[in-house]
């Protein structure tokens, strides 16, 4: 059995450096390390329609904005497979089958849910695809029988929920789906960037988010204007280290050598902490750090990114051969599946046979 990664992002809006040192950045490098045979990455606008049903829109024009950037980050068709998740009818066939092995109290556990429930405001209407939306990751992650799920720590308890339905299938029917593992980045910063407000997360409804395709300009603006320790009001005032965003951006993104580059009154990050601890070091010197820091980041990913926005055409080719050669492999799993669950009739010719001799026979049926 092959390594197979899958995951995927909802098109409700561009990504954000949040998406991309929680989980983007971490794809790129097991698409290129060659530990695995196949990679599937997937825009999930079915599962972004489970809470948006009333702004087809808007999926339909951040298709585009994330395959950017998909691409613009590094992810490469020529090694990982790109497509989007409506165009594989057979996930929607899966999802189908997989709603009886999985309760109603269960998913009103599922802590992901619980928490996106309250966001919306959805507690006294809840849309049934959106509280089923589990059991349709289920579907996306085993159709390709990934065992590695690369995501951001909001998403481990799809991925509990999704190894639940597999050993409940294995176990009724037929060893057919594989157990997926999740696969956090090992950096504890990454796990969950916070806002340049200080909100715990990024979200484009709060205006808090760095974008891959923020312009230069932008995104020093951002970093300048960044939330930093509110009580931090004199250069010489103690500060605040802990949960202060520009030091966990930092810890995201700062690398060894860009100390000596960029900022050479300090060896590593912990000297720059312990000064801002003790007091003395202000915050816009820092932030203009993270400035460089970032800027050396992104300004790759803005250049690529301008590169495949003068052929968009190309872009919607990569990924309808994508979602082609993915509903081929769906298509196989679904089979599988149809055949553990005795719904196979047609290709089944021993049942055939077998029901024309009972009634040959006059034998009743069980
Ligand atoms: N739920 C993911 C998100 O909100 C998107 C997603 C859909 C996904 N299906 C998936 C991620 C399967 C990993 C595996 O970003």
């Known amino acids: 059995m092959g390594k197979i990664i899958l995951t995927g992002d909802r098109p409700t809006g561009k990504l954000h450096v949040g998406h991309y040192v929680g989980s983007l950045k971490h794809r790129i490098k097991l698409q290129n390390s060659g530990d695995y045979d196949e990679t599937f990455i997937m825009i999930a606008d079915a599962q972004a329609l489970t ?30 497979t790109l497509f989007i998740q409506s165009q594989i009818p057979e996930l929607c ?29 959805f507690e006294t209407s809840i849309p049934v695809g959106f509280f089923t939306y589990p059991i349709s990751q289920a579907a996306d992650i085993t159709a390709f029988k990934a065992t590695t799920v690369p995501v951001g720590e909001d998403q481990l ?7 639940e339905i597999v050993r409940r299938f294995n176990s009724v029917y037929d060893e057919v789906l594989v157990e997926p593992d999740s696969l956090l980045p090992d950096n504890k910063a990454c796990l969950r960037l916070p806002g340049i407000d200080g909100k715990a997360k990024m979200s484009k409804s709060l ?3 760095i974008y891959l395709s923020d312009p230069e300009d932008e995104v020093k ?13 004199h250069v010489d005032d103690p500060g605040q280290v802990e949960g202060n965003p520009v030091f966990v951006y930092l810890d995201a ?21 312990e000064h801002y601890s003790r007091g003395g070091l202000g915050d816009i010197k820092i932030k203009k750090f993270l400035n460089t820091v970032l800027q050396e980041e992104l300004s790759p990913i803005r250049a690529r990114r301008k590169e495949f926005e003068k052929d968009i055409p190309a872009i919607y080719e990569i990924l309808k051969k994508g979602s082609q050669k ?8 679904l089979s599988e599946v149809k055949r553990a669950m005795k719904i196979n009739y047609f290709e089944d010719q021993d049942l055939i046979q077998a029901q024309a001799k009972r009634f040959l026979e006059n034998i009743p049926s069980k």
Do not use: W
């Open 221 to 233: 603006k951002k970093i300048m204007g960044m939330y930093t320790d509110p009580n931090h009001i």
């Open 51 to 80: 809470d948006n049903a009333d702004n087809p829109e808007k999926v339909r024009q951040n298709i585009i904005e994330v395959a950017l950037d998909y691409l613009s980050c590094g992810l490469d068709p020529d090694i990982s």
């Open 207 to 209: 205006n808090n988010c």
């Open 326 to 333: 993915a509903e081929a492999v769906a298509a196989q799993t």
């Open 253 to 273: 993104f700062s690398k060894p050598e860009h100390f000596a580059e960029y900022f050479p009154d300090y060896q590593c990050l912990d000297e720059v902490k």
């Open 157 to 163: 308890p799809m991925i509990e929920q999704t190894k």
């Open 93 to 121: 066939e899966l999802s189908f089958y997989y709603m009886n092995l999985v309760t109603v109290s269960r998913l009103q556990r599922n802590p992901t849910v619980k928490s996106e429930i309250q966001m919306r405001n």
